[in-house]
């Protein structure tokens, strides 16, 4: 659930989080690699938004970054799910 709180500044918010076990703080990238080209308006406004970036490949895979890569380490979780995570 999302909640927006104009009155407070993002340090204050920030106050309330724990810290992940992973030590991220937030998503800063989102790459989908499908074989199939992505055709649903949906999908073409998320891409266009910058929401998302696809690229074509011959696997499915997500890859979420964390913190612009700060650390230079990727955590696959192929063959478990199609997901890649970039910290």
Do not use: C, N
Request: net charge positive.
């Amino acid at each position: 659930m999302w909640v927006y709180l104009s009155f407070l500044r993002r340090e204050q918010r920030e106050q309330w989080f724990q810290e992940h076990l992973l030590r991220v703080r937030e998503i800063t990238g989102l790459t989908l690699t499908t074989p199939i080209p992505l055709r649903s308006p949906a999908s073409q406004k998320i891409v266009e938004s910058g929401i998302l970036s696809a690229r074509s490949g011959g696997e499915y895979i997500l890859a979420v970054e964390f913190d612009y890569r700060g650390r230079k380490q990727a955590i696959d979780l192929r063959p478990y799910l199609p997901v890649v995570l970039e910290l």
